[in-house]
Antibody
């Protein structure tokens, strides 16, 4: 059974930093790209960042580029999101999500998400 | 930049009836379109990917259609558990984008 378990959320002051983690199990972690998606309170879904299975490709939303860093440790089946220079508008539930399919022969991932964690709440406030 | 627009923002339908939710992309995304269902306090659930392929375990009453810029999620006979918020998402290029959602309510 696929499981994704986020941790690391909490209350942080504007300008501060926080590191989120996602522990994965139930699938061959290194074969699948992973992603972070967030949802501000009462709002819709916003894609944040993605990383390929071998970490040779990382991608960011403009809203977090230069402030957030996605990484993964395939030996520990863990996905991370290092967040710095946090702003009030970064307040959200952060979900980690697994892509549906392993890459094709060209290394292409279809970047849709079949399994999601339960989310971890990040609150940026003074 | 590409924009994803869902319509309507909210839809009231009676159980047993059919619902059609629309998603429009401001430029072609080919068939790189997914649909998700989200209930309050829960993570999203993948329903459809590739515009028309049902994800594992999704009932046959959910179907997706369209390509290019116009897409539709159809729920053929609404069950009580189907009342939720539905999001479309394109994955044709970067950045990935979700639509703003359609709230499906009980009439």
């Amino acid at each position: 059974e696929v499981q994704l378990l986020e941790s690391g959320g909490g209350l942080v002051q504007p300008g501060g930093s926080l590191r989120l983690s996602c522990a994965a199990s139930g699938f061959t972690f290194s074969s699948y790209a992973m992603n972070w998606v967030r949802q501000a309170p009462g709002k819709g879904l916003e894609w944040v960042s993605s990383i390929s299975g071998r970490s040779d490709g990382t991608y960011y939303a403009d809203s977090v580029k230069g402030r957030f860093t996605i990484s993964r440790d395939n030996s520990k089946n863990t996905l991370n999101l290092q967040m710095s220079s946090l702003r009030a508008e970064d307040t959200a539930v952060y979900y980690c999500a697994k892509v549906t399919l392993a890459p094709d022969s060209n290394g292409y991932y279809p970047w849709n998400f079949d399994y999601w964690g339960q989310g971890t709440l990040v609150t940026v406030s003074s | 930049e590409l924009v994803m627009t869902q319509s309507p923002a909210a839809l009231s339908v009676s159980p047993g009836e059919r619902a059609a939710l629309a998603c429009r992309a401001s430029q072609s995304v080919s068939s790189d379109l997914a649909w998700y269902q989200q209930k309050p306090g829960q993570a999203p659930r993948l329903l459809i990917y590739g515009a028309s392929t049902r994800a594992t375990g999704i009932p046959a009453r959910f179907s997706g259609s369209g390509s290019g810029t116009e897409f539709t999620l159809t729920i053929s006979s609404l069950q009580s558990e189907d009342f939720a918020v539905y999001y479309c998402q394109h994955y044709n290029n970067w950045p990935l984008l979700f639509g703003q959602g359609t709230k499906l309510e009980i009439k």
